[in-house]
Protein backbone atom coordinates (compact mmCIF):
# COMPACT_ATOMS: atom_id res chain seq x y z
CA UNK A 1 0.00 0.00 0.00
CA UNK A 2 2.89 2.77 1.05
CA UNK A 3 4.75 1.73 -2.11
CA UNK A 4 1.67 2.41 -4.60
CA UNK A 5 1.00 5.39 -2.65
CA UNK A 6 4.80 6.79 -3.45
CA UNK A 7 4.82 5.55 -6.68
CA UNK A 8 1.16 7.23 -7.55
CA UNK A 9 2.52 10.60 -6.50
CA UNK A 10 5.63 10.48 -7.70
CA UNK A 11 3.97 9.34 -11.11
CA UNK A 12 1.85 12.78 -10.60
CA UNK A 13 5.33 14.94 -9.52
CA UNK A 14 6.93 13.49 -12.50
CA UNK A 15 3.74 14.61 -14.85
CA UNK A 16 3.88 18.13 -13.25
CA UNK A 17 7.33 18.15 -14.00
CA UNK A 18 6.76 18.05 -17.52
CA UNK A 19 3.55 19.94 -17.49
CA UNK A 20 5.59 23.30 -16.12
CA UNK A 21 9.05 22.30 -18.23
CA UNK A 22 6.41 22.52 -21.09
CA UNK A 23 5.08 25.35 -20.54
CA UNK A 24 7.79 27.75 -19.24
CA UNK A 25 10.89 25.85 -20.69
CA UNK A 26 8.82 25.27 -24.07
CA UNK A 27 12.17 25.96 -26.35
CA UNK A 28 15.01 24.04 -23.82
CA UNK A 29 12.07 21.05 -23.50
CA UNK A 30 14.16 17.48 -24.04
CA UNK A 31 10.87 16.48 -26.65
CA UNK A 32 10.37 19.62 -28.07
CA UNK A 33 8.32 18.78 -31.02
CA UNK A 34 4.53 20.15 -32.22
CA UNK A 35 2.75 17.72 -30.42
CA UNK A 36 4.44 18.16 -26.95
CA UNK A 37 4.86 22.01 -26.99
CA UNK A 38 0.73 21.98 -28.96
CA UNK A 39 2.24 24.23 -31.81
CA UNK A 40 1.17 23.72 -35.58
CA UNK A 41 -1.31 21.09 -36.75
CA UNK A 42 -1.73 20.34 -32.60
CA UNK A 43 -2.49 24.15 -31.40
CA UNK A 44 -5.75 24.64 -29.82
CA UNK A 45 -6.82 26.77 -33.41
CA UNK A 46 -6.36 23.65 -35.42
CA UNK A 47 -8.21 21.24 -32.98
CA UNK A 48 -12.20 19.73 -33.48
CA UNK A 49 -14.42 19.70 -30.87
CA UNK A 50 -13.68 16.60 -29.92
CA UNK A 51 -9.73 17.07 -29.92
CA UNK A 52 -10.47 20.60 -27.85
CA UNK A 53 -13.37 19.44 -24.73
CA UNK A 54 -13.17 15.13 -24.97
CA UNK A 55 -9.88 13.83 -25.86
CA UNK A 56 -7.93 16.74 -24.89
CA UNK A 57 -5.07 14.88 -23.31
CA UNK A 58 -4.73 13.14 -26.08
CA UNK A 59 -4.12 16.07 -28.17
CA UNK A 60 -0.72 17.37 -26.98
CA UNK A 61 1.59 16.98 -24.55
CA UNK A 62 0.95 18.99 -21.94
CA UNK A 63 -2.49 17.77 -22.04
CA UNK A 64 -1.29 14.42 -21.79
CA UNK A 65 0.69 15.13 -18.73
CA UNK A 66 -2.08 17.07 -17.14
CA UNK A 67 -4.26 13.95 -17.68
CA UNK A 68 -1.57 11.74 -16.08
CA UNK A 69 -1.47 13.98 -13.23
CA UNK A 70 -4.71 14.09 -12.37
CA UNK A 71 -5.22 10.07 -12.72
CA UNK A 72 -3.14 9.30 -10.74
CA UNK A 73 -3.93 11.42 -7.78
CA UNK A 74 -7.43 10.33 -8.11
CA UNK A 75 -6.06 6.58 -8.15
CA UNK A 76 -4.37 7.07 -4.95
CA UNK A 77 -7.58 8.54 -3.47
CA UNK A 78 -9.56 5.59 -4.39
CA UNK A 79 -6.93 3.48 -3.21
CA UNK A 80 -7.00 4.94 0.18
CA UNK A 81 -10.86 4.65 0.44
CA UNK A 82 -10.83 1.30 -0.55
CA UNK A 83 -8.28 0.29 2.38
CA UNK A 84 -10.56 2.31 4.82
CA UNK A 85 -13.64 0.54 3.24
CA UNK A 86 -11.92 -2.91 3.83
CA UNK A 87 -10.85 -1.98 7.46
CA UNK A 88 -14.56 -0.80 7.81
CA UNK A 89 -16.34 -4.28 6.81
CA UNK A 90 -13.70 -6.25 8.81
CA UNK A 91 -13.78 -3.99 12.36
CA UNK A 92 -16.63 -3.00 14.85
CA UNK A 93 -17.79 0.65 15.20
CA UNK A 94 -15.87 1.51 18.37
CA UNK A 95 -12.49 0.31 16.76
CA UNK A 96 -13.34 2.15 13.92
CA UNK A 97 -13.30 5.87 15.16
CA UNK A 98 -10.85 8.65 14.58
CA UNK A 99 -9.37 10.18 17.23
CA UNK A 100 -6.84 12.82 17.14
CA UNK A 101 -3.38 10.83 16.93
CA UNK A 102 -5.50 9.40 13.79
CA UNK A 103 -6.04 13.11 12.57
CA UNK A 104 -2.41 13.89 13.16
CA UNK A 105 -1.03 11.00 11.41
CA UNK A 106 -3.41 11.52 8.95
CA UNK A 107 -1.90 15.51 8.85
CA UNK A 108 1.61 14.17 8.52
CA UNK A 109 1.20 12.29 5.88
CA UNK A 110 -0.06 14.34 3.93
CA UNK A 111 2.32 17.11 4.58
CA UNK A 112 5.29 14.52 3.69
CA UNK A 113 3.40 13.33 0.59
CA UNK A 114 3.60 17.30 -0.27
CA UNK A 115 7.36 17.49 0.57
CA UNK A 116 8.44 14.20 -1.68
CA UNK A 117 5.45 15.07 -4.50
CA UNK A 118 7.83 18.70 -4.44
CA UNK A 119 11.07 16.79 -4.03
CA UNK A 120 10.34 14.61 -6.86
CA UNK A 121 8.73 17.35 -8.90
CA UNK A 122 11.83 20.17 -8.74
CA UNK A 123 14.37 16.92 -9.90
CA UNK A 124 12.01 16.87 -13.22
CA UNK A 125 11.44 20.07 -13.81
CA UNK A 126 15.35 21.01 -13.78
CA UNK A 127 16.10 18.16 -15.72
CA UNK A 128 13.67 18.53 -18.33
Do not use: P
Amino acid sequence: MIKLSLILVGVSAIAKGFTDAIRFKGSNFIFANDWWLEHGEYSWDSRTFWEKYIFSFVSGGWHCADFIRIVSMLLLVALLLTEIQKKRIWQSYEENRVDNNTWLMITGLTVLGYIYHGIVFEIVYSIL
